[in-house]
């Protein structure tokens, strides 16, 4: 119950968020220069041991909005003769995010081409499945979004049309405005806030380095640095998840599809972020039936 009212709170939009800010505090005495490496040189080997790929992504205007492009918002491609995604009850959705994978730098475990498509219904929940229970099982129900591939978008298709909707704030985008995804490769360890961060760490992520920061007789929320120097932010296509509440996994198989974080343009609730996961199985087979969608917020 506990879980369910704090994801929920995390995710109840959205009415002041063009002025939130961060609710971490910063430290009151900055750490010395190689604090942070000495904090986490017990685990070096572990955390390196983690190390994986990710894709960067970058976005920038796309006034042009290509069909079959890999962006945020826009006009969706689709194939001939089939119906448009809804929701529940026949609401419209609108694309949050695709991913043509022609254009991403080969990376073990994705497709080599194929469109991948991330549609959601412009409400209080951003489409995502908070309404009943916050859960794997829940958040996993594409009710009111939905994650489909198309292995040839050079099929014959169509540009959908990007509905209209009652408010602005049901969407962390702005899908009139498409940018373009860029993708740079790159590799990061395990973020700060993904679940097994607490076994890597010794069993409390947290306790073990507020007991660190007292040993050096540092202030505790110089804990803050630390944890910010194991960020798993920004947008991304594979690696490891930031969180602003907590990792809804717990376990189990399921790791970062792809996440969009809040910047100038896109804002998850109150400076939040959201992101997709998949069974890694399931992602070879280009299986995105059981994809979980998830965003939380400050």
Avoid at 33 to 57: F, H, K, M, T
Avoid at 58 to 71: C, R, Y
Avoid at 124 to 136: C, H, L, P
Wanted: some cysteine.
């Amino acid at each position: 119950m506990l879980a369910l009212i704090v994801g929920v709170i995390g995710a109840w939009p959205v009415r002041q968020r063009a002025e939130a800010q961060s609710s971490l505090p910063p430290p009151v005495v900055p750490l010395p220069a190689g604090a942070v490496q000495e904090a986490l040189a017990p685990y070096q080997d572990a955390l390196e041991a983690s190390r994986r790929p990710v894709l960067r992504i970058s976005l920038e205007d796309f006034p042009e909005d290509e069909p079959t492009a890999s962006k945020v918002g826009g006009r969706a491609w689709w194939p001939e003769g089939e119906a448009a995604p809804v929701g529940e009850g026949g609401a419209a959705m609108v694309l949050l995010a695709q991913v043509n994978f022609a254009e991403v730098p080969a990376t073990p475990g994705y497709p080599e081409a194929g469109l991948l498509q991330f549609f959601i219904v412009p409400n209080d929940f951003y489409g995502a499945s908070m309404d009943r229970d916050y859960t794997v099982e829940a958040l996993t129900e594409q009710r009111n979004f939905r994650v489909v591939y198309w292995a040839d978008p050079s099929a014959p298709g169509r540009s959908l049309d990007i509905p209209s909707f009652e408010d602005e704030f049901y969407t962390p985008h702005k899908p009139q405005q498409p940018r373009r995804m860029r993708f740079a490769a790159d590799t990061e360890t395990l973020s700060a806030r993904d679940y097994r961060i607490d076994q890597l760490l010794g069993g409390n992520a947290w306790e073990t380095l507020e007991n660190w920061a007292k040993s050096k007789g540092y202030d505790d929320r110089s804990v803050v640095e630390v944890f910010e120097h194991l960020g798993g932010g920004g947008h991304k296509l594979g690696g490891y998840p930031d969180f602003t509440q907590q990792d809804p996994r717990k376990s189990g198989p399921l790791e970062l599809l792809l996440q969009l974080d809040s910047d100038d343009r896109m804002m998850w609730g109150d400076v939040g972020v959201g992101g997709f996961y998949i069974d890694p199985a399931d992602l070879a087979r280009k299986d995105f039936s059981r994809v979980m969608y998830n965003w939380d917020c400050h």
